[in-house]
C-alpha cells in the first residue's frame, strides 16, 4: 500500500523560496501520477503541480508557471515541489496525492487536477508567506 508523507513547509517571506517534499512508501512511484494541492485558508484544494513516470509527464497550474517545478528522485522515491517566487496569497496547506495508472499530459488550464481524482493522500505540510 501507498503512503506519502510531507515535509518541508515553513515560513517565508513574498518573494522566497521552499522546497516541498513528497516521501513515498509501500510502494515504488513509477506507475502513479503525483499531484501537489494548495488549500488556502477557508477554501477548497487546488491543483498545483503534476509528474507521472510511465508517461514523463508533467502539468503546471498556469498561476505557478516559470516559478514552481515539481523534480523528482527515483532512487528516494520522492517528488518535490520547488517554489521561488512565493507569494502571499499561496500560503496555506500543500498536501501530495497520488492516483495509480494516471498521466499528467491529460490535464490543462481548462481541466486541472481535482482532489476526487486521487485516492493516496500525505497529511499535508504548512506553508506561510507573509511580511
Not at 503525483?34 to 509527464?57: L, N
Not at 523528482?72 to 497520488?98: I, P, W
Not at 487536477?113 to 511580511?131: C, K, L, M, N, R
Request: net charge negative; glycine share 14%.
Amino acid at each position: 500500500q501507498l503512503r506519502l508523507v510531507e515535509s518541508g513547509g515553513g515560513f517565508v517571506h513574498p518573494g522566497g523560496s521552499l522546497r516541498l517534499s513528497c516521501a513515498a512508501s509501500g510502494a515504488a512511484l513509477d506507475h502513479y501520477a503525483i499531484t501537489w494541492f494548495r488549500q488556502g485558508p477557508g477554501g477548497e484544494r487546488e491543483g498545483i503541480s503534476c509528474a507521472d513516470r510511465s508517461q514523463g509527464s508533467t502539468y503546471n497550474a498556469d498561476s505557478v508557471k516559470d516559478r514552481f517545478t515539481i523534480p523528482s528522485d527515483n532512487a528516494k522515491n520522492k517528488v518535490y515541489l520547488q517554489m521561488d517566487h512565493l507569494k502571499t496569497e499561496e500560503r496555506g496547506y500543500y498536501f501530495c496525492a497520488a492516483v495509480g495508472g494516471g498521466w499528467c499530459a491529460a490535464y490543462d488550464g481548462a481541466d486541472p487536477p481535482i482532489p476526487d481524482e486521487f485516492d493516496i493522500w500525505g497529511q499535508g505540510t504548512q506553508v506561510t508567506v507573509s511580511s
